[in-house]
């Protein structure tokens, strides 16, 4: 799993949105329980946000160098699922 998370030398932030408590959020949730050490670990100059709010849908943005920014939204999908879209974002050659 840590080669999912080799970020992109773009990469300049990744941000997570999503409901603190909401069913909707859980996989999102146990995702990051598991794979934000990881991801920290392997890109320590990088920032990670987590941001929670009540009601919020599940989100992850990325921004790159030259304010570009890229999002998908991780609403429905499985913790699997959830994986594959941030290492789509995060890596090399995006």
Do not use: W
Not at 34 to 60: F, S, W
């Amino acid at each position: 799993m840590s080669g999912k998370y080799a970020f992109s030398q773009a990469l300049k932030e990744v941000r997570f949105l999503f409901c603190q408590t909401g069913e909707h959020s859980g996989p999102t949730r146990s995702f990051l329980a598991r794979a934000y050490p990881i991801m920290k670990k392997n890109n320590p100059n990088i920032p990670i946000m987590l941001r929670e709010a009540a009601g919020t849908q599940p989100k992850v943005y990325a921004r790159y160098e030259f304010g570009v920014e890229k999002s998908e939204s991780l609403v429905g999908l499985s913790d699997k699922e959830i994986e594959d879209k941030v290492a789509g974002l995060v890596k090399p050659g995006v």
